[in-house]
């Protein structure tokens, strides 16, 4: 089954498959051809070029793209959207003072979804979820990841985690599943803490290992939450099963979580809205990707990561929604990307190469998505008609995307 996409305004991101992440001055640079065509076959990407010197093809459909950009289907590598119900009552509780904090010691925040999960079926949690995923498709999303966290017993972790297993069976776009267990101390371990990481440790990360349930493992590394002493024990117990770091750091605090995550090799550290010198050192010292969530300071009203700090200390940065009922109720990348511009200062095509190619690499899956290779899967946005690609984030509240195709079919 071959398509053929011609008459492309501008095809966008296009990568030899060598390049697996971009970093400082390369994310200034954005690799696209004017005019070009595109030609998939059988769920993948076989060839594209200028319209001047394509080839004469024989496709089963041709679609004609004039006025129209392509580009990749952006990779989001940090989200929560397992979760059961809404906080709508915190947003409105913090619009009239409470802070986030408050809420949180009140026994909302977090501790607040998981009473609501663990109340949830494993059905009914499946079609909230599936529900959002589909949402956030739609939205131009076309490789996700995916944590628990919101369980916080063994049974309703796994609970999450077998969505999650499900989410994977039924979709055709890469999902990883992350296990973080360490996002909050449950209300039954509120003096004993030591007891939760324990159960963590000796009674979760073996079930789920042996269900083969998780690719990664979080901790919320915070003050109130997981000490850098405990998210060693728990990156360290997860390491026996191959459970890779992506570690929630510096949304509140710089504790030293990027000194233990990069020490344990983390694919990512994720939020960064505080970052000290120091913290860059370390970055700078590693593999690991930064990845900034620019909606969750939007709706919070904290401070959005200092992504002109990473940039000009030559890391690369990834960006993501952190779609979670709590601190971002929305799994809208291109919000995302314009976000990342306005707010943080990000030029169009730094923010375009953080939520496609670096974005895959956040989550370990750049061999399949996030740029226009070829024999990468053919998941891409067509956008509408527009003038160049920096409208997408400048027309912030508006649906630029005509068709999304999931490995070569319309979505
Ligand atoms: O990434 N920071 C920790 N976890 C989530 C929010 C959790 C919640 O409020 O439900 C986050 O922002
Ligand atoms: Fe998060």
């Not at 004039?66 to 809404?86: E, Q, Y």
């Not at 944590?147 to 077998?162: I, Q, V």
């Not at 004993?192 to 440790?201: A, D, F, P, Q």
Request: charged fraction near 20%; hydrophobic fraction near 40%.
């Amino acid at each position: 089954m071959t398509k053929l996409f011609t008459n492309i305004k501008e095809l966008i991101q296009i990568r030899d498959a060598s390049i697996q992440k971009v970093s400082g001055k390369e994310m200034g640079v954005l690799p696209t051809l004017k005019n070009a065509f595109l030609l998939i076959e059988n769920g993948l990407i076989k060839d594209f070029g200028l319209m001047q010197k394509m080839p004469t093809f024989t496709s089963d459909e041709t679609i004609d793209c004039a006025g129209k950009m392509i580009l990749p289907t952006w990779c989001d590598s940090h989200t929560h959207i397992v979760f059961a119900g809404n906080r709508e009552q915190e947003f409105v509780d913090r619009i009239n003072g409470l802070s986030y904090e408050e809420i949180a010691n009140n026994g909302g925040g977090i501790l607040n979804s998981a009473k609501k999960l663990q109340a949830t079926s494993e059905a009914d949690l499946y079609t909230q979820s599936a529900k959002r995923l589909e949402e956030v498709i739609a939205l131009g999303t076309g490789a996700i990841e995916i944590k628990s966290g919101y369980g916080l017993t063994l049974d309703a972790e796994l609970k999450m985690l077998r969505v999650i297993k499900k989410l994977k069976e039924n979709y055709n776009i890469p999902i990883k599943a992350t296990f973080l267990g360490a996002h909050a101390i449950p209300s039954e371990f509120k003096n004993n803490k030591e007891g939760y990481i324990n159960l963590i440790i000796d009674e979760m990360l073996p079930k789920i290992a042996a269900e083969n349930l998780a690719d990664f493992v979080d901790a919320f590394c915070e003050v109130g939450y997981f000490s850098v002493d405990d998210t060693d024990r728990i990156l360290t117990a997860a390491k026996k099963y191959h459970l890779i770091p992506k570690v929630h750091v510096n949304q509140f605090n710089s504790i030293g979580g990027i000194a233990i995550s990069t020490k344990h090799k983390a694919l990512s550290v994720d939020h960064l809205e505080v970052l000290t010198d120091e913290d860059l050192t370390d970055l700078k010292a590693s593999e690991t990707m930064p990845v900034a969530l620019p909606s969750c300071s939007f709706f919070l009203g904290i401070p959005y990561t200092s992504v002109r700090k990473i940039i000009a200390a030559n890391l690369p940065l990834a960006l993501a929604t952190d779609y979670n009922p709590g601190s971002t109720p929305s799994g809208n990348m291109n919000f995302v990307v314009a976000t990342a511009c306005i707010k943080m200062k990000m030029t169009p095509e730094e923010a375009i190469n953080a939520a496609t190619i670096n974005g895959a690499f956040a989550m370990n899956v750049s061999n399949e998505v996030g740029s226009i290779t070829k024999g990468k899967l053919a998941n891409f946005i067509i956008t509408k008609e527009i003038p160049s690609y920096g409208f997408i984030p400048y027309s912030f509240g508006s649906n630029l995307i005509d068709e999304i195709y999931i490995n070569g079919n319309k979505f």
